[in-house]
């Protein structure tokens, strides 16, 4: 089973209030990523885990945290809201850090008002 | 850097007419490998086409591309499009092999198939 879960779907935050969105796969990949999607703009890679090591991209550094307790589990966290992190953030997942295929969750829609 | 310029914006066509999408990209490295994902409304985005070969065409699902290094391009093209073909559609890089992890997306073509 080829199987991505992220939630909520839709989420609404405030402008200031944390924001913890959550990711899992039952395909025991070493890898994870996040991802955040705004219109026509192309996805942008926030960061990725491979096993327990989290890489984070250098110019959204400080803006996004994450989490992996265990293999099939990645959050993001985000310390407080702004508008501009209104967008899709899409959960992935590949069998190792080398490996060709992404496998994508269906997406959470953030709004932050 | 490494990048990936797409048709832009909305594309729409009437069905049974062919499909072109157009990607070229920019990389320093030799040997990139090249993909296509599709993302169908309320679906999770999925891998279409891949290709890290030369002027060899690659199929998947009725659609087709080939890599070419020589135009730095890999244009994904269908024979005749379908309703259910309706759908955002990601060219991807990756500039070399040691390292998946680090993906370059083009900014996405919409494709709109109309009867």
């Known amino acids: 089973d080829t199987t991505v879960k992220q939630n909520p779907r839709y989420k609404l935050a405030r402008v200031g209030k944390p924001v913890n969105l959550i990711c899992s796969q039952t395909?025991?990949?070493?890898?994870m990523y996040w991802y955040q999607k705004k219109p026509n703009q192309a996805p942008k890679l926030l960061l990725f885990y491979y096993d327990k090591i989290l890489n984070r991209e250098a110019d959204t550094f400080e803006k996004f945290q994450s989490s992996r307790p265990n293999n099939s589990f990645c959050s993001l966290y985000i310390g407080s809201a702004g508008l501009e992190y209104s967008a899709m953030y899409l959960c992935?997942?590949?069998?190792?850090?080398?490996?060709?295929?992404?496998?994508f969750g269906s997406g959470t829609r953030l709004t932050v008002l | 850097g490494d990048s990936v310029t797409q048709t832009e914006g909305l594309v729409t066509l009437t069905e049974g007419l062919p499909v072109m999408l157009n990607c070229t990209y920019q990389t320093i490295y030799s040997n990139p490998f090249l993909f296509w994902y599709v993302h169908y409304l309320n679906e999770s985005p999925r891998l279409l086409l891949k290709s890290s070969t030369d002027n060899k065409r690659t199929e998947h699902q009725g659609f087709h591309a080939t890599l070419h290094k020589s135009s730095s391009s890999f244009h994904l093209q269908k024979s005749s499009a379908q309703l259910s073909d309706s759908a955002l559609y990601y060219c991807a890089l990756s500039p070399t092999s040691s390292s998946f992890s680090k993906l370059v997306f083009g900014q996405g073509t919409s494709l709109s198939v109309v009867p």
């Open positions: 395909m025991n990949h070493d890898t």
């Open positions: 992935a997942s590949s069998s190792n850090w080398r490996a060709e295929t992404l496998y």
